[in-house]
T-cell receptor, first 116, second 114 residues
Framework: AQTVTQSQPEMSVQEAETVTLSCTYDTSESDYYLFWYKQPPSRQMILVIRQEAYKQQNATENRFSVNFQKAAKSFSLKISDSQLGDAAMYFCAYRSGKSNTGKLIFGQGTTLQVKP | EAGVAQSPRYKIIEKRQSVAFWCNPISGHATLYWYQQILGQGPKLLIQFQNNGVVDDSQLPKDRFSAERLKGVDSTLKIQPAKLEDSAVYLC????????????FGSGTRLTVV
């Protein structure tokens, strides 16, 4: 069975600085997708960034980028120029590449605090 | 485009009572998911529907939880009878297809069982 582990329960960063959130996963599949989701107090899960396992190039979305190390099964999120609005719970998630399942497997989450 | 609608937003019940949650997915989304998020943890999939058929309910506690998606649109998740450990946020999500883009979550229902 696939598992996702986030080893940092809490992180803090100064506004305008850079922070990296860690995630490791375990799978025997070769075709899969990895995601980072943001969950503010409103509770809605918001997609931050997505990475297809078959792509070697790391995904980037504006201030957000990932370091995808497939052999090490590591998928970290880097947030550059941190803003107060980035404060939230962040979840790493895995999804199989099998065609009939959309099931997301989430890590335990990392609470990010942004200090002004 | 309207998002995934869920109601109620909050619910407090006593143990052994029953409760139901409602979800209206994004129009045209064939796939609908219910997740349970216990405080301090990541969401866990309870059930996945493709149109009105069940694709995956392997982690649904079927002795007390039930879900339906009549006509392949709205969905209802029910708990009967509730236990203290059912206190959690219940998130609904929908997507065009299981691997499709547009996987969108609702804001969830926070259930407290006392």
């Amino acid at each position: 069975a696939q598992t996702v582990t986030q080893s940092q329960p809490e992180m803090s960063v100064q506004e305008a600085e850079t922070v990296t959130l860690s995630c490791t996963y375990d799978t025997s599949e070769s075709d899969y997708y990895l995601f980072w989701y943001k969950q503010p107090p409103s509770r809605q899960m918001i997609l931050v960034i997505r990475q297809e396992a078959y792509k070697q190039q790391n995904a980037t979305e504006n201030r957000f980028s990932v370091n995808f190390q497939k052999a090490a099964k590591s998928f970290s999120l880097k947030i550059s120029d941190s803003q107060l609005g980035d404060a939230a719970m962040y979840f790493c998630a895995y999804r199989s590449g099998k065609s009939n399942t959309g099931k997301l497997i989430f890590g335990q989450g990392t609470t990010l605090q942004v200090k002004p | 485009e309207a998002g995934v609608a869920q109601s109620p937003r909050y619910k407090i019940i006593e143990k052994r009572q029953s409760v139901a949650f409602w979800c209206n997915p994004i129009s045209g989304h064939a796939t609908l998911y219910w997740y349970q998020q216990i405080l301090g943890q990541g969401p866990k999939l309870l059930i996945q529907f493709q149109n009105n058929g069940v694709v995956d309910d392997s982690q649904l506690p079927k002795d007390r939880f039930s879900a339906e998606r009549l006509k392949g649109v709205d969905s209802t998740l029910k708990i009967q009878p509730a236990k203290l450990e059912d206190s959690a946020v219940y998130l609904c999500a929908s997507s065009l297809a299981p691997l499709g883009y547009g996987y969108t979550f609702g804001s969830g229902t926070r259930l407290t069982v006392v």
